[in-house]
């Protein structure tokens, strides 16, 4: 399906590895120009490169720069001032202990999974608003709307995600600009693989067999019984980005691969 995107200009944080590559690729799959985001340059230029080798009718331009830094933001802006899509996908995460989470804890996650999205959007809206198009993507997690329990500075940022998305589309009304929330649940990015090989490291399975095992024992209520592909998801991102998509306003959509138990 042509997605109608050719020629768009993307930027994608946090797009050297997992989702955020993925996203990156399907869009420029599509025609996109994407603009690639991480801290460290050699790692940024190497999936330039390699997203300009894979589709060379594209331009695909490196955009180093650590977001949560206002500074290193507001010379990004004046880089790129102009784009169609903005994908808010740069996160952190970590397995914590609710008593080993202080305040300096929760503000560093705030900054970084709310805020530095939010910088970005506040730059980039009013322009999409003006030209009367434009696409805002945040990637949220099933933890926004189904916390675990097990890293509940996370899963509060996340659920900030859902409200900010919301509260952002109001200011859309009667334009063809959209913002919309991805909810992915448990995902192969690179980490999870080496964890995954990691826990069963003396035993003698292909990956499979170690995914499917480690599914049952800690995730018996995915529906799929494995890990969503970052593809997948870069897929359903490629079509929220989309002229076909803009009935998509303020909405929390969910790939959750069947986690949440809940009809809504």
């Not at 996650?109 to 805002?136: C, E, H, S």
Request: aromatic share 10%; glycine share 6%.
């Amino acid at each position: 399906m042509d997605m109608g995107l050719n020629n768009k200009t993307a930027l994608i944080t946090g797009s050297t590895k997992g989702i955020g590559k993925a996203i990156a690729f399907e869009l420029a799959k599509e025609g996109v120009n994407v603009l690639i985001n991480g801290r460290n340059y050699d790692q940024v230029e190497q999936t330039v490169n390699e997203i300009k080798s894979n589709f060379p009718a594209t331009s695909p331009q490196n955009a180093t720069a650590d977001i949560v830094n206002i500074e290193q933001r507001e010379a990004l802006f004046e880089k790129y001032p102009n784009i169609d899509i903005l994908v808010n996908n740069m996160g952190i995460y970590e397995i914590m202990k609710y008593e080993d989470v202080d305040d300096e804890i929760f503000e560093k996650y705030f900054r970084t999974n709310v805020l530095a999205a939010n910088g970005l959007t506040k730059f980039y809206l009013p322009k999409m608003l003006q030209k009367d198009y434009g696409r805002i993507l945040f990637i949220a997690s099933e933890e926004a709307i189904m916390p675990s329990g097990q890293m509940p500075q996370y899963a509060m940022t996340k659920s900030m995600l859902l409200s900010l998305s919301k509260s952002l589309s109001k200011l859309t009304i009667g334009t063809e600009v959209t913002v919309n929330t991805i909810m992915p649940g448990p995902t192969l990015s690179e980490n999870v693989h080496q964890i995954i090989d990691g826990i069963y490291s003396n035993e003698d399975m292909t990956f499979s067999e170690k995914e499917r095992k480690f599914m049952t024992t800690n995730l018996p209520q995915s529906e799929i019984q494995r890990f969503i592909k970052p593809f997948e998801i870069g897929r359903l991102a490629a079509f929220v980005c989309s002229p076909y998509a803009s009935a998509f306003k303020g909405s929390p959509i969910r790939m959750d691969g069947g986690m949440v138990p809940t009809i809504f």
